[in-house]
């Protein structure tokens, strides 16, 4: 069985998983085997002189083990069988070796043959002298030790810890001198065994004596020499060093601290292992143990076959690991000594010979799509073969290690190509589904695969895009990109931050390169990525694809298993032998130490190399590290050639292109390279000109040049092979670490890979030159043979931070389970001991559950006191802060973040910031150099405008120098220097931003300020106060720049003087137009602000900001971002902070309106500060002063209505029975029995003012029954301001309700108006404020008014929401208008101002209920959490797991709503939350439904991803569902078969059943007019709050309200208040005077301010006049105020054109008033379509004024919209021509066009605009010809086409646009003039609907025309005489037999048939008249009478029917 360092607990552990025993504590079974062990030791098995405590064999304690459990021999035989030859040789394999469990090495079986017959056979004695010693004494104690006779004498099979017995038996032979007293003891250590062994000790004693003494005297002399353990022995560490030793002190180090591990197990006093000078050898051979001299012979007999450098040993043999673990180096390694250097040369490994099967897989075998991604290529090589079937046709996760140049980039471009495959569809790839990342180690490295990925997918149409910190990439280009090359830091900050989620949710394959580097410290970035990958997979159950590329490796299944290979068929392993040219290796260790000499040494070995490799015929790269070193080393050759006469080897001369070459060389600018040229030297560094390194390249590739002297760059950006490179020196430095380092393992093999020439040579050379203490280092590294380990837990803090920022940690359990997809988590299972944990941990715990759960914890810690995340250690939950995700988004380390939380405070200045940014961990790394501190002590004297804290001999004060240098762009000589400056500027950016973070959400104005300047000042490379015209330096020259700064020319004064007066002040007169020009595009805005109080606390800020410059792209590109904050009048504290980005088209669109909300106090402040500053432009900020003194707050309100703890009425207080059935419960709640009696047994007006879920309805249905009881044959007129209410009202009163009562329902629309039957029949009327105006308008108001007894304005909150003007202005009509008995009751929210609104809707004090939010029928539990993310979209998708986490918590079981702000949200969150609960194991934790009631479910699903949705028991509801869908939905969640409901805020209207929980997912949602993302209103998030709870199920509801952090305080201010309620008149004024004059009712200003005064405006004034801009409270300043309202009002109507000034202060309407008013036009777009419309010809042009109007301009165009669009226009008949895809009107116009054609709309989103297109357009074709006809002149044509689009609007089609069955036959159509003749003609095809209502074509109608001449004017001859001309229409059926119905006249979608008569001129295409009339369903004739002018002797007679295409006949009268 097979040893371990403590065996019992694994035996124990496998007995128990058998079942052969119970389970016992560790420490109980400990203690049990130790009492057996001492009875043993008590029987004689361990002698009184050896250690009283050592353990016995594990044989023996496995036996003391079984008697514990019971368990016989036989039957633990088979665990201990399957223990040995399968678990613990596996465990053995997969790990490295412990120190302490070392294996004995005893003599061989050809040793101990040797040995024994030594024994037995005298004549061999002397020979075998010297073999005699402790190895052979080892093997003998073995076998008499073992009860079966001989035993393997093998040494492996014996560990340290059974080295006890050996080591007494030794002791005795030193020690005793009589051989009977030696044989008892013997007897008493080994048993009765010794007998038959003891005569061979006793011959062989002598010699073991001898031998032992002589080698414990050289140890013991070793050990006083130098002490290798001191006074660390037994503590485990780990180093990157290594520590040079002897074997012998390496020995003696390790068994000193294994007996010290000994002495402590056996309690002893720790003196005892201390040594002493005065111990003899057996002590000293007891304190140290027999195997360190076991081992020390056995590494004299093999130290032939070892190579040792630096501490590091090597094996010489076959390549195959060595013993003890050695590394091995191939056969034919030769070792070479030199003077002053060591020469190791490694042979190349030979190829591998193809097996005969293996079958190269030519291009032409790829699909033919695939081969020109292989131009140039006819096969693939071996390698690329083997892997070409699993990557090509699988998705398979693939690990690739081959060597180096073994083509690993072309089986990325492999598995490039089968991801295309997977999204090409009929031969089309859909690029828009798929991203592809391609992780590169190297900047350098990303660049060439960019390069070679690009060119080679070009023809695919694949786009490819680098993506470092050197390139960038806008949002737009990183979605139009299919593949994208990255650093794993650069990609890391992309996923962290989550900002681009649509990218990492369209990723499909990732691949890493270079996976290797695991090992190096950016290997935690490596683990990261793919840890977060995978769970991305596992989370959103979508397929990554990851494919790692790496060298070769030791442990490459490790490194599979962590990145989700499977072994058998993904991973792939190539060693050496595949490398297209084998590589000889030759490592040269220079072992000199003084720097000059070494340096010299270097520079002769490179030479001799150089020559060499010319010699043979072979050209030869020199690397460097530095660019200076090129030209030196170059030169250096040169000077050696001359020197040993070998310039002929160099010279390149006899060339064919030399001399052509050679001008090219003399026309470079750069010297040195002309000057190498001519040694046949090339040179080549990132500092020369791309030209000269394109030349140098082309050079060495043609063998103009034999010898290039290159750095790094060479090897990863350009492909240029040589047989022989030569890396000369290892040392670089390294500004990240402020010091040199060595040349990574990853730039040591890419410049390797350069090594040889595939196409011309079969071999190539690598040659390193570097110290010798490094020799062995570089030899270990290129032979692959150190595992590579996880660096990880470096970084385990910042990573853990940064998973809590993305949401998916939230505490130390998911912490854990993070850590399992970890690098770390593998090794730790492999390896444990470097990461803290021990063999019997692992063991205990296979998992590593405690293991990971203390890093988790230590690192959770570390967090919270970097105040990074709040850690509750008692319930393990971890939240992250704004110092976390600041931390986490500018990838700043948490040391960083602990300095900036000492030195950050409100009060800071630039020189305080550079201060505290020259101590960030970032910097800790750089070194202090003497030789640098000259050239420090000048620049901080010359470059630093700022003090230096500290010092410059400081690390903090060279940061801070090098920072200040960076900025002034100061010179630096010192290389060392330069890279220092070089590290400082690529970090100075991030490190400023972050602190401009923390300050912005810390609220100090201050500070901000000063951290965003310093972000601009590193970015532009300029101080704060240089004139901001250095930011046009790329286009003004320094001179005129010099100037202006010199002549104090501000940028203020530049753009206002003009181009000749800035040449002539600056004596330039050129320059002029280009510092005006420059003057002109610097960002400049103009800002007005206004405050409007809500609340005493709350203020409402309106920003207007202006742009006041010139927009020029290449000056300021697509975008502007700006930081608006509102600041204190200290500019101490930020109570607002926003970004504003400034578009391109909004820059030239006028101003733009900002709206926010802050706080305000009491006393007032004096005023606030508006400060906007430029994200970009130095100079570009702007402070605009806000005063507040003048501010006057509203006035306190009266208290609220408390709610009364009465007894809850019955429903039978009603007094009627058939009244108490219509409710369907038998009480009434608190909140209705409280107002029953005011609403059931009174007519007084009523205002309820309660929360949502009150019952309100419940109060209308009470007063309508007290309305019915005393007057039956009254109506009831419902007005809500919202379509869905009122459709829901009318579905559930017509179902329940007036169902019930056998009362009708009528649904006001102006076609209904005319109906008298419906209207007499309904009992109640329906309609929204819009519609009912429409009728008013129309002249049915009054008339309906008679009727009504009571006015229902549901909702009436919504008066102050952004449509209510029209609720407003339609109320305050009722009330002016209504008779006194009429009954007005309102039902609203809590509201905080219900008395102004009470005395509105004239409420006496009685009549009002406002009740607090907090009366509901069901209590409220709200939580409220901050989301700080900026972007929406990422802000969105970090809300999905708290959603589902608030689900699992506070739902459980009940149901839930998630309101999110789109259709598209809906899908999305719903997919998220089915991902999390698939990632949880609980895919249908939310159905509750069986199999087959899904399946029947789904059978009658439309939608397909709500059919996916339901499934998993998520219901998704929205307005873009088909009804269907809608109501199976509600029902599922109503009955509780599906539990989660997502919908969108317009469905909380609607009748939404109510849910335990209610989830606001978001606050904002996006506007498409301004392309920002604005606010709910209040009244929506109120409303989704209502859905809350569950009357009568649940004691209390939840809502979770997720909203933007910053928004956090206002949000939890205003929804635990009431709401406030003002008017939204003031902004609408206008268009609702214009109907009251059209209309008559005002004639005069003071007509308007009478009939304001009855407007909740008016109420509004005195009460918060600040909110209006209302100076003063007093009589004579509301009237001025009311007087200036109107003013204004009239005067946009005056400019329109609509009314005129008449007389003093009255106001006359004009002609086109009427038309403008009666179709809602908007005033300020008739003077545009006035003026366009006399010039259109046709259709075409009509519909170009139309789509043009002012009504469209706030049509939504959203973003990608017009990409859409562009679609669109592809499928209309005219496309628009020169007009921008993202213009409102171009959308309006192609929906208009598509609604025509019947093009189906690409989303949903389009249906709905399509829908508010075409209705709006008809409104706008009604107005137009009434227009038209008013101005007169020639507009026939015009009239004609707006009649005629008109009539296609209402079908759905175009006039020429099909055939159908004629409306009316063709002999049934007469028109008749006034001699009586009559000509019939043919009707025209049927209707398809109108606009697509699907409604049958009416019955056959004949229709006849007759037009006479009625009457002639007194005077013909009169210009102005006119007649009039009368034409009468009929219809009737042609038999005669059918009577008309509702409906079959003109029209198919309604009662009434609308006609159109035009009278004009055709020949000189006037119009004279024309007029609409409608004919209702009972009438069959009407008559139409026009003037026409008396010269006019025959006119053109056009009747139209306005719905109906064909329907139109043209007589001439």
């Known amino acids: 069985m097979a040893e371990w360092q403590d065996p019992e607990p694994r035996v124990f552990s496998l007995l128990v998983e058998e079942g052969l025993c119970e389970p016992l504590p560790l420490d109980t079974l400990r203690r049990e085997r130790d009492t057996l062990l001492r009875q043993r030791r008590r029987n004689g098995l361990v002698s009184s002189n050896g250690p009283r405590e050592s353990r016995t064999s594990a044989e023996d304690a496995d036996a003391a083990v079984l008697a514990l459990c019971d368990v016989s021999e036989a039957d633990a035989r088979p665990v201990f069988q399957r223990y040995t030859s399968a678990a613990a040789q596996a465990f053995v394999d997969g790990l490295t070796p412990l120190p302490a469990a070392t294996p004995f090495l005893a003599a061989s079986a050809a040793e101990e043959a040797a040995a024994e017959e030594a024994v037995f056979v005298p004549k061999h004695a002397e020979r075998l002298q010297t073999q005699l010693g402790a190895r052979w004494l080892a093997g003998w104690c073995q076998r008499v030790a073992s009860s079966g006779g001989e035993f393997p004498a093998d040494s492996a099979s014996l560990v340290p810890d059974n080295d006890a017995v050996p080591t007494a038996a030794a002791r005795l032979l030193l020690e005793q001198t009589s051989e009977d007293v030696l044989a008892a003891e013997l007897y008493d250590l080994l048993g009765e065994g010794v007998f038959a062994r003891i005569e061979e000790l006793l011959l062989a004693r002598p010699s073991i004596v001898a031998n032992i003494r002589n080698a414990i005297t050289a140890l013991r002399e070793t050990e006083q020499e130098d002490d290798p353990v001191g006074s660390t022995a037994g503590i485990a560490y780990m180093s990157d060093t290594v520590t040079m030793m002897s074997e012998s002190q390496r020995l003696l180090a390790k068994y000193e601290r294994k007996a010290g591990r000994r002495s402590d197990r056996s309690g002893r006093d720790s003196a005892a292992s201390v040594r002493r000078e005065d111990e003899t050898d057996g002590a000293w051979l007891m304190r140290v143990g027999l195997h360190a001299l076991v081992q020390d012979e056995e590494a004299k007999d093999t130290a032939h076959l070892f190579i040792k450098l630096g501490g590091v040993e090597f094996r010489l043999g076959d390549g195959v690991e060595g013993v003890g673990g050695r590394k091995a180096l191939p056969t034919g390694t030769t070792r070479k000594n030199f003077k002053k250097y060591e020469e190791i040369f490694v042979p190349a490994t030979k190829p591998s010979v193809p097996p005969p099967e293996e079958v190269s897989i030519k291009i032409s075998d790829l699909p033919a799509w695939a081969q020109p991604a292989f131009a140039g290529f006819e096969t693939l090589n071996r390698i690329q073969s083997r892997i070409y079937p699993t990557a090509f046709n699988s998705n398979e996760n693939i690990l690739v290690c081959a060597p180096t140049g073994a083509g690993k980039t072309n089986i990325a471009m492999i598995s490039v190509l089968r991801e295309v495959a997977q999204n090409m569809v009929q031969g089309r790839i859909r690029t828009q589904d798929f991203k592809i990342i391609y992780v590169a180690p190297m900047k350098a490295l990303a660049a060439e695969v960019t390069s070679a990925f690009a060119r080679r997918l070009a023809p695919l149409g694949l786009r490819v895009k680098e993506l470092t910190g050197d390139m960038q990439l806008s949002r737009k280009e990183m979605a139009e990109t299919q593949m994208i090359v990255t650093t794993p830091e650069k990609w890391d900050v992309i996923t962290r931050k989550g900002g681009e989620v649509s990218v990492a949710a369209t990723v499909r394959l990732l691949i890493i390169d270079e996976v290797h580097l695991l090992n190096d410290e950016r290997g935690p970035v490596i683990e990261t990525l793919v840890a977060r990958t995978t769970r991305q997979v596992e989370a959103t159950q979508s397929m990554i694809r990851v494919v790692g590329l790496s060298a070769t490796l030791p442990n490459y299944q490790d490194v599979a298993a962590f990145l989700g290979v499977n072994l058998q068929t993904g991973l792939f392993y190539f060693d050496a032998s595949y490398r297209p040219v084998p590589l000889e290796m030759q490592f040269i260790g220079i072992s000199e130490k ?120 060479l090897a990863w950006g350009v492909n240029l092979p040589a047989h022989t490179v030569i890396i000369k020196g290892t040392q670089l430095y390294n500004p990240a670490k402020g010091g040199f380092t060595d040349l990574g393992m990853l730039d040591v093999q890419q410049i390797f890979g350069r090594a040889g020439r595939p196409q011309f040579q079969d071999s190539g050379e690598g040659i390193i030159i570097t110290t010798h203490d490094k020799l062995g280092h570089y030899l270990g590294m290129l032979t692959q043979q150190t595992p590579i380990e996880s660096q990880f837990v470096i970084g385990l803090v910042d990573h853990l931070n940064a998973e809590l920022v993305l949401g998916t940690v939230t505490n130390v359990r998911e912490a854990i389970r993070w850590l399992s997809y970890t690098y770390l988590y593998t090794r730790m299972r492999k390896n444990p001991l470097p990461y803290g944990v021990s063999w019997e941990e692992l063991m205990a715990d296979p998992t590593l559950e405690a293991a990971r759960r203390r890093l988790v914890g230590e690192a959770a810690r570390e967090l919270q006191r970097c105040r990074m995340a709040r850690y509750d250690e008692a319930g393990g939950n971890l939240h992250v802060t704004d110092l976390g995700r600041v931390a986490s988004h500018y990838y700043i380390a948490a040391s960083s973040i602990e300095v900036f939380n000492e030195r950050l405070r409100a009060r800071l200045g630039e020189a305080d910031v550079l201060a505290m940014m020259a101590r960030s961990k970032e910097f800790d790394n750089l070194t202090v150099r003497e030789d640098e501190g000259v050239e420090l002590d000048t620049l901080a004297r010359s470059a630093c405008v700022y003090d230096i804290q ?146 005493r606390t709350v203020l409402q800020l309106v920003l207007r ?39 391109r088209h909004t820059a030239r669109a006028g101003p733009q309106k900002l709206e926010f909300v802050v706080p305000i106090f009491e006393p007032l402040p004096e005023q606030y500060f508006v400060r906007v500053v430029s994200d970009e432009w130095l100079g570009a900020q702007f402070l605009l002063p806000v005063p507040l003194r003048h501010l006057t707050l509203p006035q306190r309100q009266g208290g609220h209505t408390d709610l009364l703890d009465l007894t809850p009425l019955p429903t039978t207080a009603l007094g009627n029975p058939a009244s108490a059935s219509l409710f369907p419960f038998t009480h009434f709640n608190p909140v209705q029995t409280q107002i029953f009696h005011a609403a059931f047994h009174s007519n007084a007006n009523l205002l309820v003012g309660a929360p949502t879920g009150s019952g ?315 392309g920002r993302y604005v606010d709910y209103p209040l009244t929506d998030i109120l409303q989704m709050l209502g859905r809350a709870g569950q009357l009568g199920t649940d004691t209390q509801g939840i809502a979770v309200v997720m909203v933007y952090d910053p928004k956090k305080s206002y949000y939890k ?80 109507l005056r400019e329109a054109g609509l009314v005129a000034a008449r007389g003093r202060g009255g106001i006359q309407r004009l002609p086109p008033a009427g038309p403008c008013a009666r179709h809602g036009l908007l005033p300020r777009g008739i003077p545009r379509l006035l003026q366009a419309l006399p010039s259109a010809r046709s259709v075409e042009d009509v519909l170009a004024i139309v789509s043009g109007a002012a009504e469209f301009d706030a049509l939504p165009v ?174 009737r059926h042609p038999e005669g037999e059918v009577a008309l119905s509702a409906g079959q006249v003109g029209s198919s979608t309604g009662p009434k048939a609308h006609w159109l008569v035009i009278v004009g001129d055709l020949e000189s295409r006037t119009v004279h008249g024309m007029q609409s009339v409608g004919m209702g369903a009972r009438q069959s004739s009407t008559t139409v009478q026009l003037a026409v002018p008396s010269q006019h002797q025959q006119v053109d007679v056009f009747v139209l029917n306005r719905d109906r295409l064909g329907q139109q006949l043209h007589l001439q009268c």
């Open 594 to 713: 003084n720097f000059g000499a070494r340096t010299t040494i270097m520079d002769d070995v490179t030479y001799q190399k150089v020559a060499d490799s010319l010699k043979r015929g072979f050209q030869a790269m020199v690397f460097v590290h530095s660019r200076k070193d090129t030209g030196k080393t170059a030169r250096s050759l040169a000077l050696r050639a001359q020197q040993g006469g070998d310039l002929d080897l160099f010279d390149c001369s006899g060339e064919e292109t030399h001399a052509l070459y050679a001008r090219e060389v003399q026309k470079s600018r750069n010297r040195e390279l002309a000057e190498v040229f001519e040694a046949g030297i090339g040179i080549h560094h990132a500092g020369m000109l791309r030209s000269d390194r394109t030349l140098v390249e082309r050079m060495f590739g043609a063998g103009i040049i034999k010898v290039l002297c290159c750095t790094a760059t």
């Open 950 to 1095: 500290g010092g410059a001999d400081t690390k903090p004060g060279k940061a801070n120098i090098l920072l200040q240098a960076y900025i002034a762009r100061a010179r630096i000589d010192s290389f060392s220097l330069t890279a220092d400056m070089n590290y400082v500027s690529q970090n100075a950016g991030r490190i400023a931003r972050a602190l401009f973070e923390i300050c912005l959400r810390r609220g100090w104005s201050g500070a901000a300020e000063v951290c965003l300047t310093m972000c601009k000042c590193f970015e532009r490379k300029l101080w704060p106060d240089a004139h901001p015209l250095w930011q046009y330096e790329s286009s003004l020259r320094f001179e005129l720049i010099q100037k202006v700064e010199d002549r104090n020319l501000s940028m203020e004064r530049l753009a206002e003087m003009t181009a000749q007066e800035i040449g002539d002040l600056l004596h330039h007169p050129a320059a002029g137009p280009q510092l005006a020009d420059a003057a002109a595009s610097f960002p400049a805005l103009l800002l007005e602000a206004h405050p409007h109080p809500i609340t």
């Open 1105 to 1143: 900001i202006t742009p006041a410059f010139e927009w020029k792209e290449r000056v300021h590109g697509g975008s502007l971002k700006w930081h608006i904050w509102v600041e204190d009048a200290n500019s101490e504290n930020i109570y607002h902070s926003e970004q504003w980005m400034l578009q």
């Open 1256 to 1570: 309100k309805t419940v109060i209308a249905e009470l007063a309508i029954l007290r309305l019915w009881k005393l007057s039956p044959a009254s109506k009831v007129l419902f007005i809500a301001p919202k379509e869905v209410i009122v459709q829901e009202q009318q579905r559930s009163w017509s179902s329940g309700f007036c169902k019930t009562l056998r009362r009708a329902l009528l649904r006001l629309r102006e076609e209904v108006a005319d109906d008298e039957a419906a209207i007499s029949k309904a009992s109640i009327f329906l309609c929204t404020p819009e519609e009912w105006a429409a009728l008013s308008s129309a002249g049915h108001g009054n008339a309906l008014m008679q009727m009504v007894g009571l006015v229902i304005v549901d909702e009436v909150h919504l008066l102050g929401a952004e449509e209510g003007h029209t609720l407003e202005v339609v109320v305050s009509s009722l009330r002016r208008t209504a008779p006194t008995s009429l009954r007005f009751l309102g039902l609203a929210t809590a509201l905080a101002n219900a008395g102004d609104l009470a005395a509105w809707l004239g409420v006496a004090p009685e009549g009002l209920f406002a009740f607090m939010p907090s009366a509901r029928p069901v209590p409220l539990e709200c939580h409220m959490q901050g989301y700080p993310s900026r972007f929406y979209s990422p802000r969105m998708a970090s809300m999905n797991r708290p959603a589902y986490v608030a689900i699992q918590t506070h739902a459980q079981s009940r149901p839930a709503i998630v309101f999110v702000s789109s259709r598209r949200q809906t899908r999305a969150t719903a997919m998220d939350i089915i991902s999390h609960a698939v990632a949880d194991d609980k895919p249908r934790a939310f159905l509750h439904m069986t199999e087959a009631e899904v399946e029947d479910t789904l059978y009658s699903v439309r939608d397909p991803v709500l059919a996916h949705c339901l499934q998993f028991g998520i219901g998704l509801l929205h307005a873009g569902l088909a009804l269907p869908d809608q109501r199976l939905v509600a029902r599922l969640h109503t009955e509780g078969k599906i539990q989660v409901l997502i919908t969108t805020p317009g469905m909380a209207w609607a009748a939404l059943p109510p849910a335990h929980l209610v989830i606001i997912k978001g606050t904002e949602l996006s506007d498409p007019v301004t």
């Open 1613 to 1692: 201010k205003c929804l635990y208040e009431p709401l406030p309620v003002e008017s939204c008149l003031q902004q609408h004024l206008a268009s609702y005077l214009l109907a009251e004059v059209a209309s008559g009712a005002i004639q005069g200003c003071q007509d308007a301010i009478d009939w304001l005064s009855w407007t909740f405006l008016a109420r509004r004034l005195l009460q918060n006049p600040s909110y209006y801009d209302l100076r003063g409270t007093d009589q004579a300043q509301v009237d001025r105020f009311l007087s200036s309202l109107v003013e204004r009002a009239a005067q946009e």
């Open 1758 to 1931: 959203r973003f990608n919209e017009d990409k859409l669009n562009l679609q669109l226009a592809k499928a209309v008949r005219w496309p628009p021509r020169g007009a921008r895809m993202d213009d409102p009107h171009t959308k309006a116009g192609l929906l208009l066009q598509a609604g025509l054609e019947g093009v189906a709309m690409p989303i949903s989103d389009y249906n709905a605009d399509k829908r508010v297109v075409l209705d709006t357009a008809a409104r706008l074709l009604q107005a137009m010809g009434e227009l038209l006809s008013l101005q007169g002149g020639q507009v026939l044509d015009a009239t004609l086409s707006c009649a005629l689009l008109g009539q296609c609007l209402a079908e759905g089609r175009w006039h020429d646009q099909g055939k159908g069955p004629s409306a009316l036959p063709a002999d049934v159509l007469r028109g008749r003039t006034s001699e009586a003749a009559t000509r019939r003609q043919e009707n025209g095809h049927a209707p398809r609907g109108g606009r697509g209502s699907g409604k049958a074509p009416a019955a056959p109608l004949a229709v006849v025309v007759e037009a006479e001449w009625a009457t002639r004017g007194a005077d013909e001859g009169s210009p102005t005489a006119c007649r009039t001309i009368s034409i009468s229409i009929s219809t």
